[in-house]
């Protein structure tokens, strides 16, 4: 892109006057702010390419033959043109077009023919398109009598640095939230699981916010927590990759019937139920410590920006978010992503015994667990001996991996149970049948009855208030490209996660650095 507007500006001999120079620098300090994409009119007429009303007729100029690399020297045949002013308005426009937005008002500073040209609805049309790809909703908006450059100046281009997943700072709660262009509309949609346990629902949206454009042409941004309709709020981007909402009028997120009707409207929201539903005292409780927790943040949140893990040729499966069982706290939302060996699957939903942003669980791929028959795998006490005999392997460390142990007598014995080791691509060709143990608790009991691949991995478990935190052992179950289990030894659970499907747009993290960064932050944040 730097390379195209040098090129530009030296094919119409501006690049390296004085003036051009200067208005650089004039405009570096404001060039990331939606400001900068308004010109200034009373310069316009002051803007002569290479030349200044001050500079003789002499001076540097866009017709200069000195300026020009188009067809210099002389040649037979008809004239070339001397420089992109010489060029057709209808070719300019083509050429405009394919610049970054962010760059046309530099651009619009090398002369007046420039910056009448970039008034062309055209380019900012395909400015909007191929950047943030709107297409039917650009006819709408001309039909309103709204410009696409008025959209891309004033909506697009100043809140373009929140669109893509966030997650809200809720405590041990935490979230996701997908800021996206939907219409004419920039809204913040906060994604929230199924209702439990349904983990082959598709996921519930709720609008936070939106920004529009409806009102005296300029963004204005409205909240859309509670049930009284928009109402004023407001957006500060605190730093990079943060920004915080605030709503400037909270009665609106007041019921008539005080805190017992929001209390009962949330839990048919978030549960599908009512109180009376859910005979169990520990889950009541768990219940209403989250609605008096998340209530205080109904008039300001802060949101910090989470990127999808990147995907590698050699990884198991895709990664990617998924939704998963989570025993009396309900359904949860996890980041599997893979790190050589290792596969870890990240918090982004939490609970108070392990908050969002720790890490739940983390499998040893170098460590397979081949599953003995349907009847032993009944037995939560073989799967036990497996495990657990992987684990103590781990343990050791990786140097005495398939190293087999001496006995008193100096002889070997067999390694052990469940360490063999498999070629993963071949089994994970071959399903095989899949029974839990008796006794290990399931949310869901429709579970896929085949699997490809089983691990060893651990668990993160701790007390509430994330006290005493452990990892505990278990085994990692891949039943396909969209499903896996975690069977939890200690409590005799069994997780079931299935994959989000929705298309998140916006959320690919630049390089490997940045999302390995970003998980570090992720557990700082609630550690």
Same mark, same amino acid.
């Given at each position: 892109?730097?390379?195209?507007?040098?090129?530009?500006?030296?094919?119409?001999?501006?690049?390296?006057?004085?003036?051009?120079? &200067?208005?650089?620098?004039?405009?570096?300090?404001? =060039?990331?702010?939606? *400001?900068?994409?308004?010109?200034?009119?009373? %310069?316009?007429?002051? !803007?002569?390419?290479?030349?200044?009303?001050?500079?003789?007729?002499?001076g540097? *100029?866009?017709?200069?033959?000195?300026?020009?690399?188009?067809?210099?020297?002389? *040649?037979?045949?008809?004239p070339?043109?001397?420089?992109?002013?010489?060029?057709?308005?209808?070719?300019?426009?083509?050429?405009?077009?394919?610049?970054?937005?962010?760059?046309?008002?530099?651009?619009?500073l090398?002369?007046?023919? /420039? &910056? =009448?040209?970039?008034?062309?609805?055209?380019?900012?049309?395909?400015?909007?398109?191929?950047?943030?790809?709107?297409r039917?909703?650009?006819?709408?908006?001309?039909i309103?009598?709204?410009?696409s450059?008025?959209?891309?100046?004033?909506?697009?281009?100043?809140?373009?640095?929140?669109?893509?997943?966030?997650?809200?700072?809720?405590?041990?709660?935490?979230?996701?939230?997908?800021?996206?262009? $939907?219409?004419?509309?920039?809204?913040?949609?906060?994604? #929230?699981?199924?209702?439990?346990?349904?983990?082959?629902?598709?996921?519930?949206?709720?609008? #936070? /916010?939106?920004?529009?454009?409806?009102?005296?042409?300029?963004?204005?941004?409205?909240?859309?927590?509670?049930?009284?309709?928009?109402?004023?709020?407001?957006i500060q981007?605190?730093?990079?990759d943060?920004?915080?909402?605030?709503?400037?009028?909270?009665?609106?997120?007041?019921?008539?019937?005080? !805190?017992?009707?929001?209390?009962?409207?949330?839990? %048919?929201?978030?549960?599908g139920?009512?109180?009376?539903?859910?005979?169990?005292?520990?889950?009541?409780?768990?219940? +209403?410590?989250?609605?008096?927790?998340?209530?205080?943040?109904?008039?300001?949140?802060?949101?910090r920006?989470?990127?999808?893990?990147?995907?590698?040729?050699?990884?198991l499966?895709?990664?990617? +978010?998924?939704?998963?069982?989570?025993? @009396?706290?309900? +359904? %949860?939302?996890?980041?599997?992503?893979?790190?050589?060996?290792?596969a870890?699957?990240?918090?982004?939903?939490? $609970?108070?015994?392990?908050?969002?942003? =720790?890490?739940?669980?983390?499998?040893?791929?170098?460590?397979?667990?081949?599953?003995?028959d349907?009847?032993?795998?009944?037995?939560?006490?073989?799967? @036990? &001996?497996?495990?657990?005999?992987v684990?103590? %392997?781990?343990?050791?460390?990786?140097? /005495?991996?398939?190293?087999? @142990?001496?006995?008193?007598?100096?002889?070997?014995?067999?390694?052990?149970a469940?360490?063999?080791?498999?070629?993963?691509?071949?089994?994970?060709?071959?399903? =095989?049948?899949?029974?839990?143990?008796l006794?290990?608790?399931?949310?869901?009991?429709?579970y896929?009855?085949?699997?490809?691949?089983?691990?060893?991995?651990?668990?993160?478990?701790?007390?509430?208030?994330?006290?005493?935190?452990?990892?505990?052992?278990?085994? /990692?179950v891949?039943?396909?490209?969209?499903?896996?289990?975690?069977?939890?030894?200690e409590?005799?659970?069994?997780?079931l996660?299935s994959?989000?499907?929705?298309?998140?747009?916006?959320?690919?993290?630049?390089? #490997?650095?940045?999302?390995?960064?970003?998980?570090?932050?992720?557990? @700082?944040?609630?550690?």
């Amino acid at each position: 892109m730097l390379l195209r507007m040098a090129v530009c500006a030296r094919l119409c001999g501006a690049g390296q006057s004085r003036r051009c120079r &200067r208005r650089q620098r004039h405009s570096q300090p404001h =060039q990331d702010s939606d *400001s900068d994409m308004d010109m200034d009119e009373e %310069e316009e007429e002051e !803007r002569v390419v290479g030349k200044t009303k001050d500079e003789p007729d002499g001076g540097s *100029s866009c017709h200069s033959s000195g300026a020009g690399v188009l067809g210099s020297g002389a *040649s037979a045949g008809p004239p070339h043109p001397q420089s992109l002013l010489d060029l057709p308005p209808e070719l300019l426009v083509e050429i405009f077009s394919s610049l970054p937005g962010a760059a046309l008002p530099n651009l619009a500073l090398v002369c007046k023919k /420039f &910056r =009448q040209i970039l008034n062309t609805e055209t380019i900012w049309r395909r400015r909007c398109t191929e950047e943030f790809g709107m297409r039917d909703d650009l006819r709408k908006m001309e039909i309103l009598g709204m410009s696409s450059r008025d959209l891309y100046v004033k909506l697009l281009h100043p809140y373009r640095h929140i669109l893509g997943l966030w997650q809200p700072d809720i405590g041990p709660y935490g979230g996701l939230l997908n800021v996206v262009v $939907d219409g004419l509309f920039i809204i913040g949609w906060m994604y #929230l699981p199924p209702h439990d346990p349904r983990v082959e629902d598709p996921m519930r949206r709720r609008p #936070l /916010f939106h920004i529009h454009m409806w009102e005296k042409n300029k963004a204005t941004v409205e909240c859309m927590y509670g049930h009284k309709g928009p109402h004023k709020g407001d957006i500060q981007t605190v730093k990079k990759d943060e920004f915080s909402t605030k709503c400037n009028q909270t009665d609106h997120h007041r019921m008539p019937g005080g !805190r017992q009707e929001e209390f009962r409207t949330w839990l %048919e929201e978030e549960w599908g139920r009512t109180l009376e539903d859910i005979f169990h005292e520990h889950m009541q409780e768990l219940i +209403l410590m989250k609605f008096i927790y998340t209530s205080q943040y109904d008039n300001c949140l802060t949101y910090r920006r989470i990127y999808l893990p990147p995907c590698l040729p050699s990884d198991l499966l895709q990664p990617g +978010l998924f939704k998963g069982t989570y025993g @009396s706290h309900g +359904l %949860e939302i996890i980041m599997l992503s893979f790190h050589g060996s290792k596969a870890k699957a990240t918090k982004l939903t939490g $609970d108070p015994n392990v908050p969002a942003g =720790q890490l739940t669980l983390e499998i040893d791929l170098n460590r397979p667990v081949r599953l003995p028959d349907l009847e032993h795998q009944r037995s939560i006490e073989e799967l @036990s &001996r497996l495990v657990l005999g992987v684990h103590e %392997e781990a343990q050791r460390g990786p140097q /005495f991996r398939d190293a087999p @142990s001496e006995t008193a007598e100096g002889s070997d014995s067999a390694p052990p149970a469940g360490a063999e080791d498999v070629e993963l691509g071949a089994a994970a060709s071959e399903a =095989q049948p899949f029974v839990l143990p008796l006794g290990v608790m399931a949310r869901n009991e429709v579970y896929p009855r085949t699997c490809k691949m089983c691990f060893y991995g651990t668990g993160l478990i701790a007390g509430h208030g994330f006290t005493s935190p452990e990892r505990t052992p278990g085994l /990692f179950v891949l039943f396909d490209d969209d499903h896996f289990g975690f069977i939890w030894l200690e409590l005799k659970s069994f997780s079931l996660y299935s994959r989000l499907t929705d298309q998140l747009s916006h959320a690919q993290a630049p390089t #490997l650095e940045r999302f390995e960064a970003m998980l570090r932050n992720m557990q @700082s944040w609630t550690s």
